[in-house]
């Protein structure tokens, strides 16, 4: 079982900015895709940012031109930049992984990191 280990979250003023970080227990270079996705109070979780194993990058609408995804092979780690941060990225944001096998697709998922943005 791969598990995703997240730090970076927590509390910043708007227009600051924050880290997040996912480290898996597999090699980065074992997944498919690997991304951000966050879900705040009384709402869906949504898609922030992904990467795929051709590094092709998608983002949000909402966090473009704000936030950047990096993969850093040396450290086996996933990360997002997130600048300009806005009270309504306030959130739990997950990493997510996914490795595809010839006997199916598997998603993983760590447990969470908050992200509040509040003055």
């Known amino acids: 079982q791969v598990q995703l280990a997240e730090s970076g979250g927590g509390l910043v003023q708007p227009g600051g900015s924050l880290r997040l970080s996912c480290t898996p227990s597999a090699s980065i270079h074992s997944f498919n895709t690997m991304g951000w996705y966050r879900q705040a109070p009384g709402k869906q979780r949504e898609l922030v940012a992904t990467i795929t194993l051709g590094r092709n990058t998608d983002y949000a609408e909402t966090v473009q031109g704000r936030f950047t995804l990096s993969l850093d092979y040396a450290k086996n780690a996933l990360y997002l930049q997130m600048n300009v941060l806005k009270p309504e990225d306030t959130a739990v944001y997950s990493c997510?992984?996914?490795?595809?096998?010839?006997?199916?697709?598997?998603?993983?998922w760590g447990q969470g990191t908050q992200v509040t943005v509040s003055s």
């Open positions: 997510h992984a996914d490795q595809k096998f010839a006997t199916g697709k598997f998603d993983y």
